[in-house]
C-alpha cells in the first residue's frame, strides 16, 4: 500500500441522506469522518422537510453539532445561508427541503448518480423507495430499515455477498437484526441450531411518547422514559430474509425500557449438539478476533460492563462472555449493540460496497 497512487474508485461517489433524524446525523458524522481527501464517498446533501422555525438551517446544524447520547461533533460546524448549506469540517452539505423523494432536481446542486440513504423509514417496499429514482442525479438507494416485499435484506458482512452491481435499491435491514445475524450464523456453523427464541431489551426510540399520550400501537403510547414497554419485534423473523436456513426457526419479543441508547438481544437457543459455556465463550472470542466476522462481532469478558460502556460501538453486536448459560444442548447468549451508532457503521459497509469501494485489508 505505501507509495501506491491508484484510487478505490475513478470518481468520488455522491451520498445524500434522506431524512436528517437519529440515524441520517450519525451517518452524517461517519461520512464527514471518512471523507478523507474526497476520493470515496462524498456526503453532498441532506434532505428534509422545511421546518416552522425560521432559524431552520442552524437549528439543523446545531443538532449535529450535539448530541445528548454521542457527545459533540469531533470538529467545526459553521452554517452558511447564503447557499443553504452547512460547512462541516471543510466538507459544504447541502440543505435540499423536499416533500416528497421524486420532486428533487439534485443536479441542479451539482449531485450526479448519488447513492440515497433513504433514513425515514417512511417508504419500505420496492414500489415506494422506486420514487426516489424518479430524481434526477439519483443511481441507488439504501433503506435503513427493514425491507417489505422482495427487496433484499442485507446485513453487512452475512449475506453482502447477494448485492449486485445492478441492484438499485436495498434494504440494510434493522438494527437488531444486524446484531443477532452475526452470532446466529457464527453459532449455526458451528453447533447447528435446532430453533431458538430472541428477547430484545431495547432502549427507547422516538417512536414512542415522553408521556402517556395516544399512541397507535399497543403499549408505546405509555411514558418511554417511566415504563418498560412489551412490544412486537420484527427482528427474528426478518433474519430469515437474511440467513435463509433460520425461517420458521426463530420467535421474538421486544421490552422497550428507559435508557436512550444501547440495547441487549437474548439468544434463547436449541442446539443440535451438547456443548459448554466455555466452548461457546472460546468459539465467539475466536469469531471476534480472528474470523471474516470480527467488524460485526465484538468480545467483552468483563464482569462490570454495563450498556453506557457500549455507545459508540462500531460493531454489529457485543458478545458478554460473563453471561453465557449452556446447558447441554440449551445455550442462552447476551448480546449488546449500539442500536444508533453501531447499527451507522454496518449501514456504511454496505453503502461503500454499493459504492465498488474495497480497501486491501492486512493481515487478509
Known amino acids: ?28 458524522r461517519i461520512l464527514i469522518d471518512k471523507t478523507d481527501g474526497g476520493d470515496c464517498l462524498r456526503l453532498r446533501a441532506i434532505v428534509v422537510r422545511k421546518g416552522k422555525a425560521p432559524n431552520d438551517l442552524v437549528k439543523r446544524a446545531s443538532l449535529l453539532r450535539r448530541d445528548s447520547v454521542h457527545g459533540a461533533f469531533d470538529g467545526t460546524i459553521r452554517v452558511d ?9 471543510g466538507n459544504e452539505v447541502k440543505v435540499i427541503y423536499a416533500d416528497g423523494p421524486d420532486t428533487i432536481d439534485y443536479t441542479q446542486y451539482g449531485i450526479n448518480d448519488a447513492i440515497i440513504v433513504d433514513n425515514t423509514g417512511v417508504w419500505r417496499d420496492e414500489e415506494g423507495l422506486s ?19 422482495d427487496l433484499k435484506n442485507v446485513v453487512a458482512g452475512i449475506n453482502s455477498d447477494i448485492i449486485q452491481p445492478s441492484d438499485r435499491i436495498i434494504s440494510a435491514a434493522s438494527c437488531t437484526t444486524n446484531a443477532i445475524a452475526p452470532p446466529l450464523k457464527a453459532m449455526d456453523d458451528e453447533f447447528g441450531i435446532v430453533a431458538g427464541h430472541v ?4 432502549a427507547f426510540t422516538n417512536d414512542q411518547n415522553l408521556i402517556d399520550n395516544y399512541h397507535k400501537a399497543s403499549r408505546r403510547g405509555r411514558s418511554a422514559p417511566l415504563n418498560m414497554v412489551i412490544t412486537e419485534t420484527g427482528a427474528a423473523k426478518a433474519v430469515g430474509k437474511v440467513l435463509p436456513q433460520f425461517v420458521g426457526k426463530l420467535t421474538g419479543n421486544a421490552i422497550r425500557v428507559p435508557t436512550p441508547n444501547v440495547s441487549m438481544a437474548i439468544l434463547n437457543l436449541t442446539l443440535a449438539k451438547d456443548t459448554t459455556s466455555e466452548e461457546v465463550n472460546e468459539f465467539m472470542r475466536n469469531q471476534a478476533l480472528h ?3 470480527r467488524k460485526q462481532i465484538d468480545y467483552s469478558n468483563s464482569p462490570e460492563v454495563v450498556s453506557s460502556d457500549f455507545v459508540g460501538s462500531r460493531h454489529a453486536c457485543i458478545f458478554d462472555a460473563q453471561a453465557t448459560i449452556v446447558n447441554g444442548k440449551q445455550a442462552v447468549l447476551y448480546l449488546w449493540y449500539d442500536n444508533e451508532f453501531g447499527y451507522s457503521c454496518q449501514v456504511h459497509r454496505i453503502v461503500e460496497q454499493m459504492a465498488g469501494i474495497h480497501y486491501a485489508v492486512y493481515p487478509k
Open 1 to 28: 500500500l505505501i507509495g501506491a497512487k491508484g484510487k478505490p474508485l475513478d470518481q468520488p461517489q455522491d451520498v445524500v441522506l434522506y431524512g436528517f433524524g437519529r440515524i441520517g446525523r450519525l451517518m452524517a
Open 81 to 89: 445561508e447564503e447557499r443553504q448549506s452547512f460547512v462541516a469540517n
Open 291 to 293: 474470523s471474516p466476522l
Open 199 to 202: 428477547e430484545t431489551v431495547h
Open 131 to 149: 420514487l426516489h429514482l424518479k430524481s434526477k442525479g439519483v443511481s441507488k438507494v439504501i433503506l435503513t430499515a427493514p425491507g417489505k416485499g
